[in-house]
């Protein structure tokens, strides 16, 4: 790719800051451990970095809840770290990219405070989405939506208005018609992009917009995480919405070389598409390979509807096993052994497929999800749903770096913000670099292939008749076949040879639970 559009293939690495590498002993990771982590990085082999929120805030979503996005909280560091770890990246051809938070701030974000004390009707107020209650004295919330937390999205005031919180009551909404939220993100872009960042991720990027008259939703028993494409939830992917899409790109345009991906939630095609265009997003994210599961038809599915979506605007697809909002993919595939048998193959996959592609730190090492205990769980989405769901902290755990015994590197300190299994003395990064049977030592290989190999070549796909559990693919233009077997027994391969496999082969066959690629 040419230099100008270096992210179409690249391939990213979330950083979960605060579970990275800690620098100063406090046991949270920060902005220099992940410096002196740069070597590794390289190692690995991957193009660029998404950092989480490292911005002030009082943490209670761990950094999604901004108080200052325009500087870095104390507990990571300082904006000098910052600069450093973007001087040091480049140096290591590592590029950086941040997370932009526009659709709430944090409750302690000084707006809000002004908000609070200057009462209803006030300009204060204006900047979020404050209202009067239903019901004779206005002791019902101005609708029926629900936070994506649990629990009512609206919050009541000493004074009896409600003020709307999509996800934490600790995370108001702004309002996006407001010039001020406008001109301030605008100001928060050129900040970080002045500072040399190569772009952003962009949080909740179907949200910001709300609709006319806030109508009520359609309450339905559904899953967490799970979409439905039928009916059109009024607090989402709102027709505005695109326009401060384009303000964002206006900006961005001006900084050749950076790019913008948005988590979007939106599972219809053509709204879906209507983000990524020219003068909006350049990349939006795409969960439908955590949706899919470990099931050849289903993954197959997944990857061809990618495909045809990101076809309706040219863009290239991205493409993500876990990230820290889900469970690890390792123990979605069953855990143990098998898990990690099953997370090897679909690495392969994911690696063969074209477009960009999102790791997400530690799965490289092969980690599972952790069963905390009750006392270590701080996710707010387990204590707003009245302690039945375990949260998301399980696939937060700190990286094990080396060593055999907790914190592993990770910190100087003996208690790390979440604990780390003992167990986890041999899937240590350090355990995992001399090993090339190890998870780590196969992400660098296939890593190393897709940037050298000429197999990679080719934006489309050729699929080839398998039988029931599997399936096979060729890239067209490249020439790199990949075939997965979900099936109970081992299949004969397609033509070719092989260039790595995810696990033994049985002879010159494809044995269960594994993939292959073949030239
Ligand atoms: O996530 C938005 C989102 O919709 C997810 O929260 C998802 O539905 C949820 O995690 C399932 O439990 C983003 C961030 O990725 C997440 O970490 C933040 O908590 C959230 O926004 C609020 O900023």
Not at 112 to 131: C, N, T, V
Not at 460 to 466: H, N, P, R, T, V
Request: hydrophobic share 40%; net charge negative.
């Amino acid at each position: 790719a040419e230099e100008s559009a270096w992210w179409r293939d690249a391939v990213f690495y979330q950083v979960y800051v605060r579970s990275f590498a800690d620098s100063n002993g406090d046991g949270v990771g920060d902005l220099d451990g992940i410096r002196s982590r740069l070597g590794y990085l390289e190692l690995l082999g991957v193009d660029a970095l998404w950092l989480t929120p490292f911005y002030r805030s009082p943490m209670a979503d761990h950094g999604y809840d901004v108080a200052d996005p325009r500087d870095v909280d104390p507990i990571f560091g300082d904006l000098a770290a910052f600069d450093r770890l973007v001087a040091d990246a480049h140096e290591h051809n590592i590029r950086v990219t941040v997370d932009l938070v526009p659709n709430h701030s944090s409750d302690l974000h000084e707006w809000f405070q002004e908000a609070l004390q200057a009462g209803p009707g006030s300009m204060e107020r204006a900047r979020y989405i404050f209202r009067e209650g239903r019901g004779f004295d206005g002791s019902q919330p101005p609708n029926n939506w629900t936070s994506v937390f649990g629990g009512p999205a609206w919050t009541r005031v000493p004074d009896g208005q409600w003020y709307l919180h999509l996800f934490a009551p600790e995370q108001p909404d702004l309002n996006w018609e407001h010039p001020e939220v406008r001109a301030d993100l605008e100001r928060t872009l050129r900040f970080w992009l002045d500072r040399g960042v190569d772009g952003f991720r962009i949080d909740v990027a179907h949200g910001m917009a709300k609709p006319e008259g806030l109508p009520d939703m359609e309450i339905r028993v559904q899953a967490p995480g799970v979409l439905s494409d039928d009916v059109h939830d009024p607090r989402f992917d709102n027709d505005g919405v695109h326009e401060i899409h384009r303000m964002i790109r206006k900006v961005m345009d001006g900084y050749p070389g950076t790019m913008a991906v948005g988590e979007i939630w939106v599972k219809d095609d053509e709204r879906f598409a209507a983000y990524v265009r020219p003068d909006e997003l350049h990349l939006g994210f795409n969960f439908r390979l955590v949706e899919a599961g470990f099931d050849a038809d289903a993954v197959r599915t997944a990857i061809e509807h990618s495909l045809a979506a990101v076809a309706l605007s040219g863009t290239p697809a991205t493409w993500t096993l876990s990230n820290h909002d889900v469970v690890r993919h390792v123990t979605r595939y069953g855990g143990g052994a098998l898990g990690e048998q099953r997370a090897r193959a679909m690495t392969l996959v994911e690696l063969a497929l074209p477009g960009v592609i999102y790791l997400y730190n530690g799965e490289e090492l092969g980690l599972p999800n952790v069963e905390l205990p009750d006392w270590a769980l701080q996710d707010p989405t387990w204590e707003r749903s009245g302690h039945t769901e375990r949260g998301r902290d399980g696939c937060r755990v700190p990286i094990p770096w080396e060593g055999t015994s907790p914190p592993f590197g990770f910190s100087t300190a003996v208690n790390t913000w979440l604990p780390q299994p003992n167990e986890w003395d041999h899937l240590t990064a350090e355990a995992q670099l001399e090993d090339p049977g190890s998870m780590l030592s196969l992400y660098r290989e296939a890593l190393e292939h897709r940037k050298s190999n000429a197999g990679f070549a080719g934006e489309e796909l050729e699929w080839y008749g398998a039988p029931a559990g599997c399936f096979a693919f060729r890239r067209k233009g490249g020439g790199l076949i990949c075939a997965l077997n979900t099936s109970g027994a081992s299949v004969p391969l397609p033509p070719g040879q092989v260039l790595l496999s995810s696990g033994p082969m049985d002879g010159d066959q494809l044995p269960p639970d594994t993939a292959v690629w073949l030239v």
